[in-house]
């Protein structure tokens, strides 16, 4: 998440097919008075897309397109580790943090998911992992593209744990046992998908897809009755093909794979996704996992934490807690996909 990545939004009616996730706009035949207009715009170092359903009135849309840029700049200003004027920059710098500090409302609700998540997946998800994560060089000081050695790993591990973090509903504040570096990057852009849901229900907007870095939150039906179809990416790098579609019209769709961001080193490839477990990136051949949710942080932090837990233990937790996902599992000859029950009706293709 970067504050340098925001610009002017773009209005326009969409007109094409969005690449992978956003298969939104094909087939449709729309009524003079109601179209699918898309607005766009750099966001958190990757972009948004957001197709709202409504007449053509270009006021209203520039207005929406500017709310939901204000609506992303708080996001941001609260949440982001790339900037050191955010809220949370300015409490990960606190030598002592064990006195309640203070939080918005948004980090409060962030940070109570994110715990939520943790709970639930075993530690898998952990968002005081993010000092691993920068020695491993994908944080906001990309380090070289090296491994760390062991006894700084360790150490450095040692430090972290989402058990160490303690927060209070009233008023809104959190402490912990020992300093903690928080990284929301896992979670952070599905509640910025969530945050300009909300808003476009408080602008009467009926129907929508919101869709940030490949995260995506929709409401209602295209014009002519059908629902959003958003595609599942193949997980091959340097590619874009899709391996399965699915059709929602409410509700929130996330995924999370090993095959967009990495480096190699010495002949050995390194995911961004760290277990916290080993405080090393993931080795094993879940090579992607998708979730659907009723919000788009709930199914962001649960695709990340499934992803680290690997197929078998992932899989059967979101059996027992019926969470709909879809497993995209790595083999000698290609690859093999499953999904769970509660999954199963979503899928169209």
Known sequence: MTSRMFGPARVALASVLWALVLAVLAGCSFQPEENVWEISGPVFGTRYHISVVMAGDQARLEAIASGIEQALEQVDASMSTWRDDSELSRLNRRDDQSNWTSVSDPLYEVLSKALEVSRLTGGAFDVTIGPVVNLWGFGPQAQPETAPPDDLLAR???GTGFEKLELRKQPPAVRASSPQYIDLSAIAKGYGVDVVARYLDSEGVGAYLV???GEVRVRGRKPGGDAWRLAIEQPVSGDR??????ALEAGAMATSGDYRNYYE???QRYSHTINPETGRPITHNLASVTVIADDCMTADALATGFNVM???RAQALA????IPAYFIIR????FETHQTPAFSSYVTQ
């Open 156 to 158: 450095v591990l040692a």
């Open 211 to 213: 869709e940030i870095g």
């Open 241 to 246: 093909q899709v391996n399965r579609v699915v």
């Open 265 to 267: 080193s010495e002949g």
């Open 310 to 312: 690997g197929y078998e």
């Open 319 to 322: 059996i027992r807690d019926n």
């Open 331 to 334: 083999t000698d000859d290609g």
